[in-house]
């Protein structure tokens, strides 16, 4: 590995004046700052990142803490996408990332120790327990901490507007023409309870009666136990015309149940997911969902993150960000005629 000591050799110079020249010091004239800067790229030279840590006190770096309780990782469509978004805009910052887990050395460390033992300057906290011992430990910390997909006024977050997604989606499901409408909902979290209370309102404000047998609660993300309730429900004497799953993994599972049986999709039985992940506009018929910005999502938190890291002045209207979702009518809620 290229050092100072290398540069300052070929150069003629001191190591003092190698290190001020590639920190653009103001002693250090402009000729002697191209040299040793054209010599440091002739030889390869990178900076040693723990070294400068302890120069300034900074590392650069973010932590990601992603605590999937499904083991599908990074594989699950939609947050490995806002994590993308995230990534991409961090690194823009300049900053890099670093994922935070249980770590196993002499003892098992904490998410906060891990974050304190890797010198995370913040971390990001996405897809997790928000009500995990650890999680609380890192977001009451003095460690600059982002969220996404919880609200709390204590938290600095970033979610989707579940709540207008609900409603675009339920309302459109109305206008073609259903009147029988199930929902199976995630599990226990603050997505789900807004997501549920927002179906339960819209329902009232439309006029369509609620049937509690048409409501079941299930699992984000697992598509044979989605199938299974979906069998349930259409077991019944009188079946919902159109099921809202809890996301569109789940309406795959719902709707492969759905044509097992010998049904139609969307003749004989509609469905809308939530989400909107790419392949539900691949496979045929095309999913009626709604589709998260998680492009967008993973920037502002960056921003968000970023901003508070750098300690700048943050609104109370930019500590909790909302972001917009998109209904996609796609082919699979049928138009009913009477």
Known sequence: MVSIKDIARRCGVSSATVSKALNDCSDISALTKKKVKAVADELGYFPN????????????????????RLGNGLRH????????????AVE????????????????????????????????????????????????RSDLPSVVIDFFSRREYSVCSDNRQGMRDLLEYIYEMGHRRIGYIYGDTSLITTVRLDTFTETMKQLGVPIVLDYIKQGKYSEAEHAGELVKEMLDLYEPPTCIIMPDDISAFGG??????????????????????????????PKLTTVSQNTAELGKRAADLLVSRIKGEEISE??????????????????????
């Open 92 to 139: 823009d910052s300049g900053y890099d990332i670093i994922f935070i887990g249980a770590r196993q050395e002499e003892k098992q460390l904490t998410y906060y120790e891990h974050c304190r033992h890797r010198n995370v300057e913040g971390v990001l906290v996405a897809c997790a327990d928000f009500y995990d011992k650890q999680i609380g430990e890192v977001l």
């Open 49 to 68: 990142s723990n070294a400068k840590a302890l120069k300034t006190n900074k590392t650069n770096t973010v932590g990601v803490i992603y605590s999937n």
């Open 255 to 284: 709707i492969k149940a759905a044509k097992k049986l010998g049904l139609r999709v969307p003749d004989d039985i509609s469905f809308a997911g939530f989400d909107g992940v790419m392949t539900g506009q691949i496979i045929e």
């Open 77 to 88: 469509p939609y947050f490995s996408a806002v994590i993308q978004g995230f990534k991409e």
């Open 317 to 338: 209207l930019k500590k909790h960000t909302l972001i917009e979702t998109h209904l996609i009518k796609g082919q699979t809620v049928a138009r009913l005629t009477k």
